[in-house]
């Protein structure tokens, strides 16, 4: 068994940029080596669950916020080239022709696999996101919190 450690801050909410990063928590996973995962900002949107979408207790501009964002992993756009979805469209169909997993599938391995999710208390409250509107495994901690799992990992990666 390993005692190796990888760190990786989730800060885009782009499909193939979640994608990188879940394939790489679970390749670490897979190895054993104990993972965590911090959502800050526009990573939260890959985190949040379509069926629990709230709009109570709202201002207007997190009402906003709630509405013009993602709403889970099967809404990120791609980061380059996605032409209003078609080129998502594409790159999911290219996934399926080589029978190759799609996002949610390594989101929901990584939480069988029990891969630590952490999400970054400021970024939940400014973009207002509501706890329950997010996955179940998802803890919410202070960026310190995260800064002294990630001083304790062997590899850190921003994506």
Wanted: proline share 4%; with cysteine; net charge negative.
């Amino acid at each position: 068994m390993t005692d190796k450690k990888m760190s990786l801050l989730m800060f885009s909410g782009e499909y193939d940029k979640a994608m990188a990063g879940l394939i790489l928590a679970n390749a670490a996973k897979d190895i054993e080596v104990d993972v965590t995962m911090f959502f800050a900002f526009w990573g939260l949107t890959l985190l949040r669950d379509p069926d629990k979408m709230t709009t109570e207790d709202k201002s207007v501009y997190e009402k906003m916020m709630s509405w013009m964002t993602p709403k889970g992993p099967e809404e990120l756009p791609l980061s380059r080239m996605n032409f209003g979805g078609l080129g998502k469209l594409m790159l999911t169909e290219m996934i399926e022709d080589n029978e190759a997993p799609k996002l949610i599938h390594y989101l929901k391995g990584a939480r069988k696999k029990n891969i630590r999710f952490y999400a970054c208390k400021l970024s939940v409250e400014i973009m207002g996101f509501k706890p329950e509107e997010l996955i179940p495994e998802l803890e919410i901690v202070d960026a310190q919190t995260y800064l002294k799992d990630a001083l304790q990992s062997d590899i850190q990666l921003f994506i």
